[in-house]
């Protein structure tokens, strides 16, 4: 995983992770402090009026451009029933444009390459009502696409 916020594409459809820390607000400590056994010692920082933390992405630094290998939706809805469902490239391509993906001078030649990045990697709607859920159902999902055919 590269980041939960913002990841810049190439124009070869190449994602370049940037090694941004985690802003953590306070609703999410609690349920991450198993996850993240050094949530505890992060200073805490007042951002625009709320507490949060900052930590270090774990796992390797990715310093050179990756082929996305999924991607994935999530949808946080307290009451909801949890879902694992495959999106479109059509859908993908919706779903990048309405969250505000910041596409500057688009051109013709840019949109076709939108498109070709959004049926790239398989594409999977993630909704669920609290993380234990949600670390079930992406678990499931990377142990059958790992298991042989």
């Given at each position: 995983?590269?980041?939960?916020?913002?990841?810049?594409?190439?124009?070869?459809?190449?994602?370049?992770?940037?090694?941004?820390?985690?802003?953590?607000?306070?609703?999410?400590?609690?349920?991450?402090?198993?996850?993240?056994?050094?949530?505890?010692?992060?200073?805490?920082?007042?951002?625009?009026?709320?507490?949060?933390r900052y930590l270090p992405p774990a796992g390797?630094?990715?310093?050179?451009?990756?082929?996305?290998?999924?991607?994935?939706?999530?949808?946080y809805q307290p009451d909801g029933t949890p879902?694992?469902?495959?999106?479109?490239?059509?859908?993908?391509?919706?779903?990048?444009?309405?969250?505000?993906?910041?596409?500057?001078?688009?051109?013709?030649?840019?949109?076709?390459?939108?498109?070709?990045?959004?049926?790239?990697?398989?594409?999977?709607?993630?909704?669920?009502?609290?993380?234990?859920?949600?670390?079930?159902?992406?678990?499931?999902?990377?142990?059958?696409?790992?298991?042989?055919?």
């Open positions: 995983m590269l980041s939960d916020d913002v990841i810049p594409v190439t124009p070869s459809g190449d994602l370049l992770g940037l090694g941004l820390p985690l802003c953590l607000k306070a609703g999410s400590w609690p349920v991450l402090r198993d996850c993240r056994p050094d949530l505890p010692q992060a200073q805490v920082v007042m951002r625009y009026g709320q507490p949060v390797r630094a990715v310093t050179a451009g990756v082929r996305p290998g999924l991607l994935l939706f999530p949808h879902r694992w469902t495959r999106l479109t490239p059509a859908q993908v391509l919706q779903r990048v444009v309405a969250a505000e993906a910041v596409i500057r001078d688009l051109t013709q030649a840019k949109l076709e390459a939108l498109a070709r990045w959004a049926g790239a990697a398989p594409a999977f709607a993630l909704t669920y009502p609290d993380l234990d859920h949600a670390l079930a159902l992406v678990r499931g999902r990377l142990a059958a696409t790992a298991a042989p055919v």
